[in-house]
């Protein structure tokens, strides 16, 4: 027993290390200082939020250091290259020191490498130590990475509600201390063992407990956090938030209590274990293998993938190099040669990484609307959203015996909001759409990032998940070039070109909805083919969904 409590106290530390590491969020913050202390147009800006994001394409670095050194030796590399990264931009920033723009550029890779590296470290604990309830595990890890902007506008407005460059200075030192306080459990990780039935029904009476603090702690940052005006306010606001996250210490106390909580709760809700269950075969394998031979051997269990009833261009795409069942194994050479791969590719490059250029711009798309004062409310509120759209990626689990549907179909769905929040922001320039339109394209963009996990490894094989997923995301920093630099050069295009046009220590500054009136156009046409293809690809995938489903209930109840 006192090993699975320290298996809970393992993911409660992975929480406090997202919740405080996803610095990348609050870009938006800093960055027109940023721009006003180095004298740089808004292209050169966006190669900066590049390189953040392409700390993204040496991820891997990461794994391969954790398979020889300990996790905490590797979160503590992190946790200095976040240090080096940050401390010195902000040493630049506060005109300390003077770096010439490729060093600040090196600094921000270095910056954005150290927050894949905390998400490896996370990724890892949450797979080592909860093999049968992975897919909860990380979904609800990974959630917490969305409210870091909110903690830290919190803390900002704690210390100096005025002082733009103080996010670079937490963001450099907060991480520092979240990992020290996360030490002590994960020197502590308890031996791999075999749950028993009844464990499992504590784990996911646990995980439900888990996911409705988490809803409270995303419901008290959003609703109060605009409260935060005053110093004062802003620490009683953010010794709450500390509350809530410190809260679930309390779980090893319910594991110890398991015979009571089998008695008095489970006796009377009922609760079902298959509710519970994950239809993400990287959970359970050896379900997995079954279901597998099971297909092969008769026949994908009468599923049917013949195309004799589809006709036209229509049929052959929908029918060309379909998968037959989930879970197969596909190497990267393979990878790259499957139709699914690339319509999913593009889903993920025009679904969600738009809606992180979105919050890399959100600094400049507020001060050119006219709501830079507004600024902390809307990246906290994009900070709380995303944390709901990847705590609802877990929907399709729990929802799973009431209302089944393919995860790619789930994925579809997810996209629906960001088309329309960037034809909203095209309509109109009004406050409340700009925060309805940010809201949407967050809650989307974060059920994209949390999901993508488990339909990589559905898709395309449990064992090859990790390098299939690292091929996967190099769409971000792609994405974040490309869709980065449009905004840029519409944006210094009407800047230097507008009557309105200004000068902040010699660094322009676009004022107006031209701003960035063509940059939506364009974002919301793509976010609009990100949807087609997502649709495609549920269409191509969901008979393999209905087929391993039909055979995982035949295998559980015969």
């Known amino acids: 027993m006192a090993g699975q409590s320290r298996k809970w106290m393992i993911l409660i530390a992975t929480t406090w290390i997202q919740a405080f ?132 506008t919190l803390i900002a407005n704690a210390i100096n509600s005025d002082n733009d460059t103080l996010y670079l200075f937490l963001n450099a030192l907060v991480p520092l201390f979240a990992s020290t306080l996360a030490l002590m459990p994960i020197l502590r990780q308890p031996p791999s063992q075999q ?119 229509l049929g052959k795409v929908m029918e060309k190099d379909r998968l037959k069942m989930l879970g197969e194994e596909h190497t990267a050479r393979l990878l790259v040669r499957k139709w699914d791969f690339w319509l999913y590719y593009l889903a993920y490059f025009c679904g969600g990484t738009i809606g992180l250029v979105y919050s890399n711009n959100l600094g400049q798309i507020a001060q050119s609307l006219g709501y830079y004062s507004k600024l902390s409310s809307l990246i906290t509120l994009y900070s709380t959203c995303s944390f709901f759209g990847r705590l609802l990626s877990a929907a399709p689990d729990f929802l799973r015996d009431k209302v089944y549907f393919a995860r790619t179909g789930w994925l579809a769905v997810a996209v629906v909001p960001t088309p329309i929040a960037f034809f909203l922001l095209i309509a109109s320039g009004g406050e409340a759409v700009l925060r309805a339109s940010t809201g949407l394209i967050a809650l989307s963009s974060g059920f994209v990032f949390s999901a993508a996990v488990s339909i990589t490894s559905e898709l395309f094989g449990p064992n090859s998940a990790g390098i299939n997923h690292n091929i996967l995301i190099t769409n971000i920093p792609i994405g974040s070039l490309l869709y980065g630099l449009l905004a840029a050069l519409v944006y210094d295009d009407h800047a230097g070109s507008s009557s309105q046009e200004s000068l902040l220590h010699e660094a322009t500054v676009c004022m107006g909805r031209q701003c960035y009136m063509q940059t939506f156009i364009w974002w919301a046409c793509i976010s609009v083919l990100g949807l087609i293809s997502s649709f495609v690809l549920f269409l191509r995938t969901r008979l393999a969904y209905d087929c391993f489903e039909r055979s995982r209930s035949t295998t559980q109840f015969s």
């Open 195 to 313: 749950l028993s039935a009844d464990a499992t029904r504590h784990y996911s009476f646990i995980f439900l407990i888990l996911n409705i603090l988490a809803v409270i702690t995303g419901l008290y940052l959003l609703l109060l956090n605009s409260l935060s005006s005053t110093a004062l306010k802003a620490r009683i606001l953010f010794t709450g938030a500390m509350i809530l996250l410190f809260l679930p210490l309390c779980l090893p106390g319910i594991v110890y209590a398991r015979k009571w909580a089998n008695r008095t709760i489970h006796t009377r809700f009922h609760f079902d274990l298959l509710s519970f269950n994950s239809v993400d075969v990287y959970d359970d394998p050896e379900l997995h293998k079954e279901l597998i031979g099971s297909d092969q051997s008769n026949g994908l269990n009468g599923c049917s993938f013949s195309a004799t009833h589809k006709v036209g261009c």
């Open 21 to 152: 590491t996803g610095t990348n969020f609050d870009f938006s913050s800093y960055s027109s200082t940023l721009k006003s202390v180095l004298e740089i147009s808004q292209v050169q800006l966006n190669y900066l939020s590049v390189a953040s994001d392409m700390g993204k394409a040496f991820g891997w670095c990461s794994g391969v250091f954790l398979v020889w050194m300990p996790v905490w030796v590797v979160l503590f590399m992190a946790t200095f290259m976040g240090l080096v990264g940050y401390g010195l931009q902000w040493l630049v920033i506060q005109k300390l020191i003077v770096l010439p723009y490729f060093l600040v550029f090196l600094l921000c890779l270095l910056a954005g490498c150290s927050i894949c590296w905390f998400n490896t470290v996370c990724y890892v604990l949450c797979i080592r130590n909860f093999q049968t309830n992975r897919a909860f595990a990380l979904s609800l890890s990974i959630s917490f990475n969305g409210v870091s902007a909110a903690l830290y």
